[in-house]
């Protein structure tokens, strides 16, 4: 199944509501982005916010990895200046976007360490 097909299927079955994908595993499933760096410590936080538009969001400092890496596919990547409280802020924006009726979050996998 094409990335694009596994983003679409997610977003049918969401019908209306939000998802934040933080694992690294489902990051990799959604969009094919992925680093050797131990994320987030090396790499910072990451996450996809799947659904019309699949917004992959990223440190800024990666932006030049994330365009130059074979096979990922997403729709927006969307990036923060590379602190915590940058990856809240810029997630919670993206958020406010969407015309949800409730949002789903990875029960383990979120790590802002």
Do not use: H
């Amino acid at each position: 199944m094409q990335l694009k097909e596994r983003r679409d299927r997610l977003s049918s079955k969401l019908s209306g509501q939000t998802a934040v994908v933080t694992s690294e595993a489902n990051i990799f499933y959604l969009t094919g982005f992925r680093t050797t760096a131990r994320r987030p410590k090396q790499i910072g936080p990451t996450a996809v916010v799947p659904g019309a538009d699949c917004a992959l969001i990223a440190p800024a400092k990666w932006e030049a990895q994330i365009a130059t890496s074979a096979g990922v596919c997403y729709d927006r990547l969307v990036l923060y200046d590379n602190t915590t409280e940058g990856f809240l802020t810029t997630l919670a924006a993206l958020i406010r976007t969407r015309d949800t009726s409730a949002l789903w979050l990875e029960q383990d996998s979120i790590d802002l360490s």
